[in-house]
Protein backbone atom coordinates (compact mmCIF):
# COMPACT_ATOMS: atom_id res chain seq x y z
CA UNK A 1 0.00 0.00 0.00
CA UNK A 2 1.67 3.19 -1.36
CA UNK A 3 1.05 5.80 1.46
CA UNK A 4 -0.64 8.90 0.72
CA UNK A 5 1.32 12.45 1.72
CA UNK A 6 -1.57 14.73 3.63
CA UNK A 7 -2.65 17.67 1.84
CA UNK A 8 -1.89 21.20 2.98
CA UNK A 9 -4.36 22.56 4.93
CA UNK A 10 -6.60 25.78 3.29
CA UNK A 11 -5.65 28.31 5.48
CA UNK A 12 -1.90 27.65 4.77
CA UNK A 13 -2.35 27.68 0.98
CA UNK A 14 -3.64 30.85 1.76
CA UNK A 15 -0.71 32.34 3.65
CA UNK A 16 1.67 30.52 1.01
CA UNK A 17 0.10 32.46 -1.83
CA UNK A 18 0.04 35.72 -0.03
CA UNK A 19 3.67 35.45 -1.15
CA UNK A 20 2.48 36.26 -4.90
CA UNK A 21 0.74 39.64 -3.91
CA UNK A 22 4.03 41.16 -3.43
CA UNK A 23 5.83 39.42 -6.49
CA UNK A 24 3.01 40.36 -9.08
CA UNK A 25 2.09 43.62 -7.48
CA UNK A 26 5.68 44.58 -8.38
CA UNK A 27 5.77 43.11 -11.05
CA UNK A 28 3.09 44.48 -12.92
CA UNK A 29 4.22 47.73 -11.82
CA UNK A 30 7.66 47.11 -13.41
CA UNK A 31 6.23 45.15 -16.87
CA UNK A 32 3.71 48.04 -17.16
CA UNK A 33 4.25 51.31 -16.35
CA UNK A 34 8.24 51.42 -16.57
CA UNK A 35 8.65 51.88 -20.19
CA UNK A 36 6.56 54.72 -20.41
CA UNK A 37 8.09 55.67 -16.78
CA UNK A 38 11.81 55.63 -18.45
CA UNK A 39 10.84 57.50 -21.52
CA UNK A 40 8.12 60.21 -20.31
CA UNK A 41 9.31 61.22 -16.55
CA UNK A 42 13.26 60.16 -16.75
CA UNK A 43 13.43 61.64 -20.72
CA UNK A 44 15.42 58.40 -21.79
CA UNK A 45 15.23 57.96 -24.96
CA UNK A 46 13.34 54.73 -25.49
CA UNK A 47 16.67 52.85 -27.66
CA UNK A 48 18.87 53.77 -24.45
CA UNK A 49 16.13 52.68 -22.28
CA UNK A 50 16.32 49.42 -24.13
CA UNK A 51 19.79 48.87 -23.23
CA UNK A 52 19.33 49.49 -19.59
CA UNK A 53 16.39 47.04 -20.04
CA UNK A 54 18.56 44.12 -21.58
CA UNK A 55 21.22 44.44 -19.38
CA UNK A 56 19.74 44.96 -16.29
CA UNK A 57 17.32 41.63 -17.07
CA UNK A 58 20.55 39.77 -18.81
CA UNK A 59 22.18 39.62 -14.95
CA UNK A 60 18.57 38.98 -13.24
CA UNK A 61 18.67 36.16 -15.84
CA UNK A 62 22.30 34.85 -15.22
CA UNK A 63 21.84 35.39 -11.23
CA UNK A 64 18.21 33.15 -10.67
CA UNK A 65 19.75 29.84 -11.75
CA UNK A 66 22.48 30.24 -8.93
CA UNK A 67 20.07 31.81 -6.44
CA UNK A 68 18.20 28.26 -6.99
CA UNK A 69 21.10 26.38 -6.56
CA UNK A 70 22.40 27.90 -3.57
CA UNK A 71 19.08 26.95 -2.43
CA UNK A 72 19.13 23.64 -3.04
CA UNK A 73 22.03 23.81 -1.20
CA UNK A 74 21.49 25.69 1.74
CA UNK A 75 20.72 23.66 5.12
CA UNK A 76 19.37 24.69 8.05
CA UNK A 77 16.96 24.69 11.10
CA UNK A 78 14.69 26.55 9.00
CA UNK A 79 15.21 24.42 5.92
CA UNK A 80 16.59 25.37 2.42
CA UNK A 81 14.18 27.91 1.67
CA UNK A 82 12.86 29.95 4.06
CA UNK A 83 15.79 31.62 5.38
CA UNK A 84 15.98 33.51 2.11
CA UNK A 85 12.04 34.97 2.39
CA UNK A 86 13.24 36.41 6.30
CA UNK A 87 16.28 37.69 5.24
CA UNK A 88 16.01 39.31 1.87
CA UNK A 89 11.99 40.30 2.30
CA UNK A 90 12.86 43.92 3.84
CA UNK A 91 15.65 44.72 0.80
CA UNK A 92 13.62 43.41 -1.61
CA UNK A 93 11.09 46.11 -0.79
CA UNK A 94 13.69 49.18 -0.50
CA UNK A 95 15.19 48.36 -3.74
CA UNK A 96 12.47 48.30 -5.58
CA UNK A 97 11.29 51.84 -4.62
CA UNK A 98 15.06 52.98 -5.66
CA UNK A 99 13.89 51.87 -9.18
CA UNK A 100 11.18 54.71 -9.08
CA UNK A 101 13.47 57.48 -8.49
CA UNK A 102 14.70 60.14 -11.44
CA UNK A 103 18.14 61.49 -10.93
CA UNK A 104 17.89 65.09 -11.65
CA UNK A 105 20.26 64.95 -14.66
CA UNK A 106 20.80 66.38 -18.43
CA UNK A 107 23.20 63.54 -19.41
CA UNK A 108 21.52 60.62 -21.58
CA UNK A 109 24.62 58.18 -20.18
CA UNK A 110 24.31 59.12 -16.91
CA UNK A 111 20.81 58.59 -16.61
CA UNK A 112 21.19 54.99 -18.70
CA UNK A 113 23.53 54.09 -15.87
CA UNK A 114 21.53 54.62 -13.15
CA UNK A 115 18.48 53.13 -14.49
CA UNK A 116 20.76 49.94 -15.35
CA UNK A 117 22.05 49.65 -11.60
CA UNK A 118 18.81 50.31 -10.17
CA UNK A 119 17.22 47.68 -11.99
CA UNK A 120 20.07 45.33 -11.69
CA UNK A 121 19.93 46.16 -7.71
CA UNK A 122 15.82 46.14 -7.22
CA UNK A 123 16.23 42.36 -9.33
CA UNK A 124 18.65 40.71 -7.55
CA UNK A 125 16.34 41.36 -4.37
CA UNK A 126 13.62 40.67 -6.34
CA UNK A 127 15.49 36.40 -7.02
CA UNK A 128 16.57 36.72 -3.62
CA UNK A 129 13.23 36.11 -2.52
CA UNK A 130 10.80 34.99 -5.79
CA UNK A 131 13.51 31.83 -6.86
CA UNK A 132 13.08 30.36 -3.11
CA UNK A 133 9.42 31.23 -2.80
CA UNK A 134 8.46 29.15 -6.37
CA UNK A 135 10.79 26.63 -5.41
CA UNK A 136 8.97 25.96 -2.36
CA UNK A 137 5.43 24.76 -3.80
CA UNK A 138 6.44 21.47 -5.24
CA UNK A 139 7.92 20.87 -1.96
CA UNK A 140 4.72 21.74 0.20
CA UNK A 141 1.94 20.33 -2.67
CA UNK A 142 3.12 16.53 -4.01
CA UNK A 143 0.08 15.63 -5.95
CA UNK A 144 -1.22 16.52 -9.58
CA UNK A 145 -4.34 18.33 -8.75
CA UNK A 146 -3.11 19.76 -5.69
CA UNK A 147 -0.92 21.77 -7.33
CA UNK A 148 -3.73 22.99 -9.43
CA UNK A 149 -5.36 23.46 -6.52
CA UNK A 150 -2.58 25.87 -5.07
CA UNK A 151 -2.41 27.61 -8.02
CA UNK A 152 -5.73 28.67 -8.16
CA UNK A 153 -5.51 30.57 -5.04
CA UNK A 154 -1.91 31.68 -6.11
CA UNK A 155 -3.81 32.79 -9.35
CA UNK A 156 -6.36 34.67 -7.34
CA UNK A 157 -3.61 36.26 -5.51
CA UNK A 158 -1.41 37.28 -8.66
CA UNK A 159 -4.75 38.79 -10.47
CA UNK A 160 -5.94 40.25 -7.48
CA UNK A 161 -2.82 42.09 -6.79
CA UNK A 162 -2.85 43.19 -10.45
CA UNK A 163 -6.21 44.48 -10.27
CA UNK A 164 -5.52 46.58 -6.76
CA UNK A 165 -1.64 47.64 -8.69
CA UNK A 166 -3.36 48.58 -12.07
CA UNK A 167 -6.40 51.00 -10.84
CA UNK A 168 -4.11 51.93 -7.14
CA UNK A 169 -1.22 53.10 -9.11
CA UNK A 170 -2.79 55.63 -11.50
CA UNK A 171 -5.10 56.83 -8.92
CA UNK A 172 -1.57 57.61 -6.14
CA UNK A 173 0.04 59.70 -9.03
CA UNK A 174 -2.95 61.60 -9.54
CA UNK A 175 -3.55 62.45 -5.84
CA UNK A 176 0.01 62.90 -5.75
CA UNK A 177 -0.50 65.79 -8.93
CA UNK A 178 -3.31 66.69 -7.15
CA UNK A 179 -1.57 67.71 -3.86
CA UNK A 180 1.36 69.39 -5.32
CA UNK A 181 3.79 66.92 -6.27
CA UNK A 182 5.30 66.09 -9.36
CA UNK A 183 4.92 63.22 -11.50
CA UNK A 184 8.21 61.93 -10.53
CA UNK A 185 7.05 62.24 -6.64
CA UNK A 186 4.42 60.18 -7.48
CA UNK A 187 5.88 57.27 -9.12
CA UNK A 188 8.14 57.22 -6.30
CA UNK A 189 4.88 57.39 -3.50
CA UNK A 190 3.43 54.55 -5.58
CA UNK A 191 7.09 52.19 -5.42
CA UNK A 192 6.71 53.09 -1.42
CA UNK A 193 3.42 51.85 -1.05
CA UNK A 194 4.02 49.06 -2.61
CA UNK A 195 7.41 47.97 -1.83
CA UNK A 196 6.23 47.51 1.30
CA UNK A 197 2.91 45.73 0.80
CA UNK A 198 4.61 43.22 -1.08
CA UNK A 199 8.03 42.71 1.62
CA UNK A 200 5.33 41.22 4.56
CA UNK A 201 4.04 38.16 2.92
CA UNK A 202 7.47 36.87 2.81
CA UNK A 203 7.99 37.35 6.40
CA UNK A 204 4.65 35.90 7.48
CA UNK A 205 5.34 32.86 4.94
CA UNK A 206 8.81 32.36 7.12
CA UNK A 207 6.87 31.40 10.31
CA UNK A 208 4.14 29.61 8.78
CA UNK A 209 5.24 27.78 6.26
CA UNK A 210 7.37 24.28 6.73
CA UNK A 211 9.07 22.57 4.26
CA UNK A 212 8.12 19.08 3.63
CA UNK A 213 10.03 17.48 1.52
CA UNK A 214 12.70 14.46 1.83
CA UNK A 215 16.27 15.77 0.87
CA UNK A 216 19.29 13.78 0.57
CA UNK A 217 21.98 16.12 1.55
CA UNK A 218 24.84 14.05 -0.16
CA UNK A 219 23.57 13.90 -3.64
CA UNK A 220 24.04 17.61 -4.33
CA UNK A 221 26.32 18.09 -7.95
CA UNK A 222 28.64 20.89 -9.63
CA UNK A 223 26.66 23.51 -10.87
CA UNK A 224 27.86 22.61 -14.40
CA UNK A 225 26.19 18.89 -14.24
CA UNK A 226 23.24 20.33 -12.20
CA UNK A 227 22.06 22.66 -15.24
CA UNK A 228 23.65 19.83 -17.58
CA UNK A 229 20.98 17.18 -15.86
CA UNK A 230 18.26 19.97 -15.88
CA UNK A 231 18.56 19.99 -19.60
CA UNK A 232 18.28 16.39 -20.50
CA UNK A 233 15.22 16.19 -18.64
CA UNK A 234 12.64 16.27 -21.93
CA UNK A 235 9.28 17.10 -19.68
CA UNK A 236 11.47 20.05 -18.45
CA UNK A 237 12.22 21.52 -22.07
CA UNK A 238 9.04 21.90 -23.27
CA UNK A 239 7.30 23.11 -20.25
CA UNK A 240 10.32 26.12 -20.33
CA UNK A 241 9.41 26.23 -23.48
CA UNK A 242 5.72 27.21 -23.95
CA UNK A 243 6.32 29.20 -20.35
CA UNK A 244 9.27 31.31 -22.59
CA UNK A 245 6.49 31.89 -25.41
CA UNK A 246 3.74 32.84 -22.87
CA UNK A 247 5.58 35.36 -20.77
CA UNK A 248 7.21 37.05 -23.58
CA UNK A 249 4.31 37.69 -24.99
CA UNK A 250 3.01 38.74 -21.68
CA UNK A 251 6.03 41.07 -21.25
CA UNK A 252 5.42 42.15 -25.16
CA UNK A 253 2.01 43.09 -24.85
CA UNK A 254 2.33 44.94 -21.16
CA UNK A 255 5.11 47.01 -22.47
CA UNK A 256 2.91 48.50 -25.05
CA UNK A 257 -0.50 48.39 -23.45
CA UNK A 258 -0.19 51.79 -22.31
CA UNK A 259 1.40 53.20 -25.77
CA UNK A 260 -1.75 51.23 -27.31
CA UNK A 261 -4.14 53.05 -25.15
CA UNK A 262 -2.99 56.67 -25.24
CA UNK A 263 -1.69 57.21 -28.60
CA UNK A 264 -3.99 54.70 -30.42
CA UNK A 265 -7.61 54.60 -28.73
CA UNK A 266 -7.43 57.59 -27.01
CA UNK A 267 -5.68 59.58 -30.18
CA UNK A 268 -2.96 61.19 -27.41
CA UNK A 269 -5.22 62.73 -25.15
CA UNK A 270 -4.16 61.83 -21.22
CA UNK A 271 -6.84 63.13 -19.61
CA UNK A 272 -9.47 60.32 -21.39
CA UNK A 273 -11.33 59.09 -18.54
CA UNK A 274 -14.21 56.23 -18.37
CA UNK A 275 -16.83 55.40 -16.39
CA UNK A 276 -17.02 52.04 -15.32
CA UNK A 277 -19.66 50.70 -12.62
CA UNK A 278 -20.56 54.57 -11.83
CA UNK A 279 -16.52 55.38 -11.29
CA UNK A 280 -14.36 57.97 -13.18
CA UNK A 281 -10.64 56.48 -14.23
CA UNK A 282 -8.40 56.88 -16.62
CA UNK A 283 -8.53 54.52 -19.87
CA UNK A 284 -5.63 52.04 -18.86
CA UNK A 285 -7.11 51.95 -15.00
CA UNK A 286 -10.65 50.87 -16.90
CA UNK A 287 -9.14 48.50 -19.69
CA UNK A 288 -6.33 46.41 -17.05
CA UNK A 289 -8.85 46.81 -14.39
CA UNK A 290 -11.41 45.18 -16.51
CA UNK A 291 -8.79 42.57 -17.88
CA UNK A 292 -7.51 41.98 -14.31
CA UNK A 293 -11.22 41.17 -12.98
CA UNK A 294 -12.40 39.12 -15.62
CA UNK A 295 -9.04 36.83 -15.07
CA UNK A 296 -9.79 36.40 -11.46
CA UNK A 297 -13.50 35.06 -12.41
CA UNK A 298 -12.21 32.76 -14.74
CA UNK A 299 -9.55 30.99 -11.98
CA UNK A 300 -12.24 28.50 -11.28
CA UNK A 301 -13.26 27.65 -14.80
CA UNK A 302 -9.57 26.88 -16.08
CA UNK A 303 -9.05 24.43 -12.52
CA UNK A 304 -12.16 22.69 -13.28
CA UNK A 305 -11.48 22.31 -17.35
CA UNK A 306 -7.65 20.83 -16.42
CA UNK A 307 -9.23 18.55 -13.80
CA UNK A 308 -12.18 17.99 -15.64
CA UNK A 309 -9.79 16.61 -18.93
CA UNK A 310 -6.16 17.68 -18.05
CA UNK A 311 -3.73 20.59 -17.86
CA UNK A 312 -2.78 20.22 -21.44
CA UNK A 313 -6.08 20.59 -23.06
CA UNK A 314 -7.11 23.58 -20.71
CA UNK A 315 -4.40 25.12 -21.59
CA UNK A 316 -3.92 25.06 -24.97
CA UNK A 317 -7.92 26.02 -24.91
CA UNK A 318 -6.87 29.28 -23.10
CA UNK A 319 -4.02 30.35 -25.64
CA UNK A 320 -6.37 29.79 -28.53
CA UNK A 321 -8.41 32.04 -27.26
CA UNK A 322 -6.16 34.47 -26.01
CA UNK A 323 -4.75 34.77 -29.70
CA UNK A 324 -7.98 35.66 -31.13
CA UNK A 325 -8.81 38.43 -29.14
CA UNK A 326 -5.17 39.75 -30.07
CA UNK A 327 -5.70 39.94 -33.71
CA UNK A 328 -9.47 41.57 -32.84
CA UNK A 329 -7.04 44.21 -31.06
CA UNK A 330 -5.07 44.75 -34.47
CA UNK A 331 -8.49 45.72 -35.72
CA UNK A 332 -9.68 48.55 -33.66
CA UNK A 333 -9.45 52.21 -34.63
CA UNK A 334 -9.25 55.57 -33.09
CA UNK A 335 -12.08 56.22 -30.41
CA UNK A 336 -13.77 52.99 -30.46
CA UNK A 337 -12.98 53.15 -26.62
CA UNK A 338 -16.19 50.68 -25.86
CA UNK A 339 -14.57 47.75 -28.33
CA UNK A 340 -11.34 48.18 -27.16
CA UNK A 341 -12.76 47.85 -23.14
CA UNK A 342 -14.97 44.69 -24.13
CA UNK A 343 -11.85 43.17 -25.80
CA UNK A 344 -9.88 44.02 -22.59
CA UNK A 345 -12.60 41.61 -20.79
CA UNK A 346 -12.51 38.97 -23.50
CA UNK A 347 -8.57 39.43 -23.08
CA UNK A 348 -8.72 38.11 -19.32
CA UNK A 349 -10.44 35.35 -19.83
CA UNK A 350 -7.02 33.40 -21.99
CA UNK A 351 -4.95 35.55 -19.82
CA UNK A 352 -6.10 33.56 -16.92
CA UNK A 353 -4.90 30.16 -17.92
CA UNK A 354 -1.29 31.75 -18.29
CA UNK A 355 -1.74 32.34 -14.17
CA UNK A 356 -3.35 29.06 -13.24
CA UNK A 357 -1.82 26.42 -15.45
CA UNK A 358 1.63 26.77 -16.44
CA UNK A 359 3.19 26.64 -13.51
CA UNK A 360 1.31 23.70 -12.20
CA UNK A 361 2.44 21.85 -14.88
CA UNK A 362 5.84 22.72 -14.82
CA UNK A 363 5.79 21.40 -10.81
CA UNK A 364 5.16 17.92 -12.20
CA UNK A 365 8.50 18.19 -14.02
CA UNK A 366 10.26 18.22 -10.81
CA UNK A 367 9.18 14.25 -10.12
CA UNK A 368 10.35 13.37 -13.24
CA UNK A 369 13.54 14.34 -12.71
CA UNK A 370 13.46 13.08 -8.98
CA UNK A 371 12.90 9.30 -10.43
CA UNK A 372 15.59 9.40 -12.73
CA UNK A 373 18.58 11.13 -10.20
CA UNK A 374 17.15 10.02 -6.82
CA UNK A 375 18.17 14.04 -6.17
CA UNK A 376 15.11 17.08 -5.54
CA UNK A 377 16.27 19.95 -7.36
CA UNK A 378 13.64 22.38 -7.28
CA UNK A 379 16.16 25.24 -7.35
CA UNK A 380 17.67 24.35 -10.40
CA UNK A 381 14.65 24.28 -11.97
CA UNK A 382 12.91 26.82 -10.93
CA UNK A 383 16.43 28.75 -11.71
CA UNK A 384 17.11 27.35 -14.88
CA UNK A 385 13.67 28.19 -16.38
CA UNK A 386 13.77 32.02 -15.26
CA UNK A 387 17.12 31.77 -16.73
CA UNK A 388 16.14 31.27 -19.82
CA UNK A 389 11.81 33.27 -20.13
CA UNK A 390 13.87 36.06 -18.84
CA UNK A 391 16.53 36.40 -21.26
CA UNK A 392 14.27 36.03 -24.00
CA UNK A 393 12.20 38.39 -22.10
CA UNK A 394 14.61 40.84 -21.95
CA UNK A 395 15.34 40.60 -25.77
CA UNK A 396 11.44 41.02 -26.53
CA UNK A 397 11.79 44.44 -24.41
CA UNK A 398 14.78 45.22 -26.17
CA UNK A 399 13.23 44.51 -29.62
CA UNK A 400 10.21 46.65 -28.96
CA UNK A 401 11.53 49.93 -27.64
CA UNK A 402 14.46 49.88 -30.08
CA UNK A 403 11.35 49.70 -32.62
CA UNK A 404 9.66 52.35 -31.11
CA UNK A 405 12.71 54.54 -30.84
CA UNK A 406 13.30 54.02 -34.65
CA UNK A 407 10.25 54.43 -35.58
CA UNK A 408 10.29 57.92 -34.58
CA UNK A 409 8.71 57.90 -30.68
CA UNK A 410 9.01 61.20 -29.19
CA UNK A 411 8.52 62.39 -25.41
CA UNK A 412 5.59 64.72 -24.66
CA UNK A 413 6.14 67.94 -23.59
CA UNK A 414 6.19 68.80 -20.00
CA UNK A 415 2.86 69.39 -18.41
CA UNK A 416 1.26 68.47 -22.50
CA UNK A 417 -2.21 66.99 -21.78
CA UNK A 418 -2.86 66.06 -25.68
CA UNK A 419 -0.02 64.64 -27.96
CA UNK A 420 0.22 62.65 -31.16
CA UNK A 421 2.64 60.25 -32.26
CA UNK A 422 3.78 59.69 -35.91
CA UNK A 423 1.60 56.94 -38.42
CA UNK A 424 5.09 55.05 -38.17
CA UNK A 425 5.22 54.95 -34.73
CA UNK A 426 1.49 53.73 -34.02
CA UNK A 427 1.81 51.18 -36.61
CA UNK A 428 4.82 49.91 -34.98
CA UNK A 429 2.66 49.80 -31.28
CA UNK A 430 0.09 47.93 -32.92
CA UNK A 431 2.41 45.64 -34.78
CA UNK A 432 4.32 44.60 -31.55
CA UNK A 433 0.10 43.98 -29.48
CA UNK A 434 -0.91 42.05 -32.45
CA UNK A 435 0.25 40.36 -34.86
CA UNK A 436 4.04 39.82 -33.41
CA UNK A 437 2.03 39.02 -29.57
CA UNK A 438 0.05 36.32 -31.26
CA UNK A 439 2.99 34.73 -32.72
CA UNK A 440 4.32 34.37 -29.80
CA UNK A 441 1.47 32.79 -28.17
CA UNK A 442 0.86 30.52 -30.48
CA UNK A 443 4.67 29.27 -30.42
CA UNK A 444 3.29 28.52 -26.57
CA UNK A 445 0.73 25.96 -27.78
CA UNK A 446 2.89 23.74 -30.41
CA UNK A 447 5.42 23.50 -26.81
CA UNK A 448 2.08 22.65 -24.84
CA UNK A 449 1.22 20.23 -27.69
CA UNK A 450 4.18 18.75 -27.32
CA UNK A 451 4.50 18.41 -23.69
CA UNK A 452 4.48 14.48 -22.28
CA UNK A 453 3.54 14.06 -18.87
CA UNK A 454 -0.06 13.07 -18.41
CA UNK A 455 -1.96 13.60 -15.28
CA UNK A 456 -1.66 9.50 -15.60
CA UNK A 457 2.10 9.19 -16.10
CA UNK A 458 2.70 11.53 -13.44
CA UNK A 459 0.62 9.57 -10.79
CA UNK A 460 2.75 6.64 -11.93
CA UNK A 461 5.83 8.94 -11.46
CA UNK A 462 4.54 9.19 -7.65
CA UNK A 463 3.52 5.56 -6.93
CA UNK A 464 7.29 4.35 -8.04
CA UNK A 465 9.10 7.20 -5.73
CA UNK A 466 6.61 5.92 -3.03
CA UNK A 467 7.54 2.34 -3.30
CA UNK A 468 11.74 3.43 -3.68
CA UNK A 469 10.90 5.06 -0.50
CA UNK A 470 9.90 2.17 1.39
CA UNK A 471 11.94 -0.18 0.07
CA UNK A 472 14.63 1.95 0.92
CA UNK A 473 13.00 2.28 4.78
CA UNK A 474 12.95 -1.95 4.50
CA UNK A 475 16.58 -2.32 4.24
CA UNK A 476 17.47 -0.04 6.47
Known sequence: MIAIQPKLPLW??????SGDFGISSTGILRQIFFAIFLTDVVGLDPRLGSFAALLGVMWDAINDPLVGMLSDRVHSRWGRRRPFLLIFAIPFGL???L??????????VALLLYVMLAFMLADTFSTLVGMPFNALMPEIVPGYDERTSLMGIRSFFQLSAALVTVIAAPAIVDAALANGLTQQQGYL???MVFGLLGSLPFIVIFFVIRETADVDETRTLPIGQSLQTAWQNKPFRFATGFQLFTWSAVDMVGLILPFYLLYWVAQGNMLMTVIVLGVPLSLESAFLGLLMATSIVFIPFWSWLAHRSNKRVAYISGLLFWIIVEILLFAVQPGEVSLALLLGMLAGIGISSAYVLPDSIFADVIEWDELRTRRRQE?????A???????TGALTIFIALQLLGWAGYQAPPEGATSFMQSEQVLMAIRFLIAPFGALLLFGAVVMVW????TRERHEKILELLARRKINAGARM
Open 12 to 17: KKLVYA
Open 450 to 453: LYPL
Open 99 to 108: LWFSPPWESQ
Open 385 to 391: RAFIRKL
Open 189 to 191: LTA
Open 379 to 383: GVYYG
Open 95 to 97: SFT
